[in-house]
């Protein structure tokens, strides 16, 4: 884990101490910075938090943190420390409360994103739109679990008029944590779909432990965005109805009537063209994304920029100016074929997504699909659903890797083809390219399948036709 600047904003431990029921070892002092890393505590007044996982206890290493220039310590265990040291009986909890103190004293609005899918797109397109208007912070990479979350939040300070902060999700009360210290004036969920239904438990599992967020922030008086399209939306309508009729809950989405409406979708090779219809102003855009879904994704951050302040101006100048982050839908003409690399990370819904993307291209079209993670009991048929759905849109051929995806290719049948490792798939799939005029390739698969080995050398493939 890093260690970030608290920038301009420090506190005292005992400010620390007190909002997580710990007690101060020691004389008080100002912290400055924080680090859940031994190896990165070397500036002064660096705070150095032993966390405790299963895996692991940084317990373990706070003589090396000490000896790596950490000032003072929170711990739950006894110690022996001749500096000041917070003891209290949850670290986790400590580190987001050092984040709250953070958040508070910056004085930022603060908006969240959570989500099966979809959520880092949406965090980016809020990021440029809100930047539109002011100094915005933005959570990096994956960095939207309980650590991470309170690692972003330390990354504030006075400079900054709004953050964005994606919350994400693997079990019932993640979310719920984390919203303790974030404390959002806004909020959208994106969809409600299969990931990490093996820690949810089942599907009515995910959309409580996601709905968290609607509970927290709906609470304390705050907007609330779920999509209309979702399976889930009639339930969302009844499970807060008193918050749909004093306007706090708010939608997105192709159905009509929404508070943010997609109407005129047009897609292209350069991307999507639509129009969100709003209820003060209509505004046309032009994405340089792939995919009606990514449509579904400009009008979740219009709608939650629209509750945080953003006006019409900055919605349009937002939306367009927003790139493909790598690995989530980049398109690139590599002369003899079309790559469309989808390969950081892959749920149902997104999985769904790329195969309908995939079958708007004209030409051969090759979907290259490894396993998705996290689905437990659903995990078998939802591999088979993926392989019935790319059967009826068309795909030409799919190369499959990964044990479960063997499911895919039985129900997908004579156009699939499984594979047993990253190597075996690409040398099959470089002489499927010679074979065709343009073929289109479109890579997936769960973060922990690796695709990338798949799309460096599909990057790095010299043009055998130009």
């Known amino acids: 884990m890093p260690c970030w600047d608290l920038a301009v904003i420090d506190f005292k431990l005992s400010e620390l101490a007190a909002r997580a029921d710990g007690r101060l070892h020691g004389s008080d002092a100002t912290v400055r910075r924080v680090s859940t890393n031994s190896k990165d505590c070397a500036d002064s007044n660096t705070l150095f938090v032993a966390l405790k996982g299963e895996r692991f206890d940084a317990h373990d290493f706070i003589e090396d943190a000490r000896a790596n220039g950490a000032s003072f310590f929170a711990v739950s265990k006894n110690v022996d420390i001749d500096t000041p040291y917070i003891e209290c009986g949850d670290t986790l909890r400590l580190l987001g409360k050092a984040g709250e103190i953070v958040r508070d004293k910056s004085g930022v609005k603060v908006c969240s994103v959570t989500g099966s899918c979809g959520k880092t797109t949406v965090k980016e ?251 437990g009991d659903e995990a078998v048929a939802l591999h088979q659903k993926i392989g019935a759905y790319a059967r009826l849109h068309n795909i030409d051929r799919m190369l499959c890797m990964g044990p479960l995806s063997m499911h895919t290719v039985k129900v997908m049948g004579n156009h699939a083809m499984h594979f047993a490792n990253h190597e075996s798939l690409y040398t099959f799939l470089d002489s499927m390219l010679n074979e065709h005029v343009k073929p289109v390739v479109l890579v997936k698969g769960s973060h922990a399948m690796h695709m990338e080995k798949i799309v460096e050398p599909l990057m790095n493939r010299k043009c055998k036709k130009c």
Not at 183 to 211: L, M, P, R, W
Not at 294 to 323: I, P
Not at 352 to 369: Q, R
Request: proline residues 1%; glycine residues 10%.
């Open 125 to 375: 397109m809020c990021l440029s739109i809100l930047s539109c208007m002011g100094k915005t912070l933005a959570t990096k990479g994956n960095f939207n679990n309980d650590v991470g979350v309170p690692l972003t939040l330390l990354r504030l300070d006075e400079s900054y008029d709004y953050a964005v902060i994606e919350q994400g999700a693997s079990h019932l009360n993640d979310i719920k944590r984390t919203c303790e210290f974030v404390k959002s004036q806004a909020c959208v969920i994106t969809n409600v779909g299969a990931a990490h239904i093996e820690g949810f438990g089942s599907y009515d599992g995910v959309y409580k432990g996601k709905s968290e967020i609607l509970d927290d922030v709906l609470e304390r008086g705050g907007f609330g965005v779920v999509p209309s399209d979702s399976a889930y939306y009639d339930r969302w309508l009844a499970d807060y109805a008193d918050y749909c009729k004093k306007g706090q809950l708010k939608t997105f989405g192709f159905k009509e009537g929404s508070f943010v409406t997609i109407t005129n979708l047009k897609e292209s090779l350069d991307g999507c063209a639509f129009t969100l219809v709003c209820e003060n102003f209509s505004a046309d855009i032009k994405l340089n994304l792939l995919g009606r879904h990514n449509a579904q994704n400009a009008a979740a951050a219009c709608a939650l920029c629209l509750c945080m302040g953003a006006d019409k101006e900055a919605v349009v100048r937002g939306l367009n100016d927003v790139q493909a982050t790598q690995g989530r839908f980049n398109i690139v003409d590599r002369g003899d074929f079309i790559l469309i690399d989808d390969s950081y990370n892959a749920s149902v819904n997104a999985v769904l997504a790329a195969i309908d993307t995939l079958s708007h291209f004209n030409g051969f079209k090759i979907f290259v699909f490894s396993d998705m993670g996290e689905l």
